[in-house]
């Protein structure tokens, strides 16, 4: 089992990207740290700091639930597009490490993911 995230627009063939439930997990912990935090100490994951306590436009897809807990809106998807995007270069200029790497091309592929959210003004949806 695992998790696909898609544009809502009702078109079976568009760009999608999905992980297993633990590279998900391994993906948005490495994209906390990118933003100066552990995701282990949030609530939620385990911690007990709150999400208030941290600044990051990623909030939306980091404090997202893998089961459930609706979509994100196209305007949630333009606000992370870009942050998304710059941390996908700063990570490209990084180590040869392989799980590094393929973060980096999940991190590519849910930008071209959200960009058709914002462009179709559609929501992304977790499945």
Known sequence: MGLVLFPGDGDNSSLDVSWSYGGFDA???RLAHAEGFT???MRGFGGDRLWSEVS?????????PDDGGGD??????RVILPRL???ADDWAQGSSDPLLRRHV???RQLAGVL???VEKRVPLIFL
């Open 39 to 41: 995701l282990s100490e």
């Open 27 to 29: 993906f948005r912990r």
């Open 105 to 107: 091309e999940d991190a």
């Open 115 to 117: 960009r058709i959210c």
């Open 72 to 77: 994100l809106t196209p305007a949630a998807c």
């Open 85 to 87: 995007e710059a941390i």
């Open 56 to 64: 990051t436009v990623l909030e939306p897809l980091l404090d997202h």
